[in-house]
């Protein structure tokens, strides 16, 4: 299932930009819309939207939050074991391995914090348990 872009929808075209994998479609003013061959339901869309316009496969209103309020990944070095998933499924390609030298091997990183869509892809598929979710401390 896919998310949904309702006639409440504006145009102005944050969805679009905030969609890591391009699945959002649409002209200025105009109703946009979701390729749900496309969409992982990551739900940066909703988040970003300021109409309201974007429903889960529930129907369910996805709500605006402000973007300083979103969750971004946090890698416990001593849980992980440098396997590189949460690297190669994150859509935003915001998480890089790094060469750690206080560890002695590559770990991952979150390289651009605030290009993050908070979609929990890499904490799904870390096998390890090594990844959590928290706010963005600057």
């Known amino acids: 299932m896919a998310f949904s872009i309702y006639d409440s929808c504006i145009g102005c075209g944050a969805c679009k930009k905030v969609c890591p994998v391009g699945a959002i479609t649409g002209k200025a003013k105009g109703i946009h819309l979701i ?22 496969f529930g129907g369910n209103i996805i709500k605006r939050i402000p973007r300083s309020e979103w969750l971004v990944p946090h ?34 990183a979150l390289a651009l914090p605030k290009s993050c869509v908070s979609c929990r892809w890499c904490v799904e598929n870390c096998q390890f348990d090594a990844i959590t979710m928290h706010k963005l401390v600057l």
């Open 75 to 108: 890698i416990d070095i001593s849980s992980c074991v440098s396997c590189e998933n949460c690297v190669l499924v994150c859509p935003a390609k915001v998480l890089v391995m790094v060469d750690d030298e206080y560890h002695g091997r590559l770990i991952p």
């Open 35 to 56: 390729d749900e061959r496309l969409c992982i339901e990551c739900g940066a869309c909703g988040r970003v939207c300021p109409s309201s316009a974007v429903h889960d």
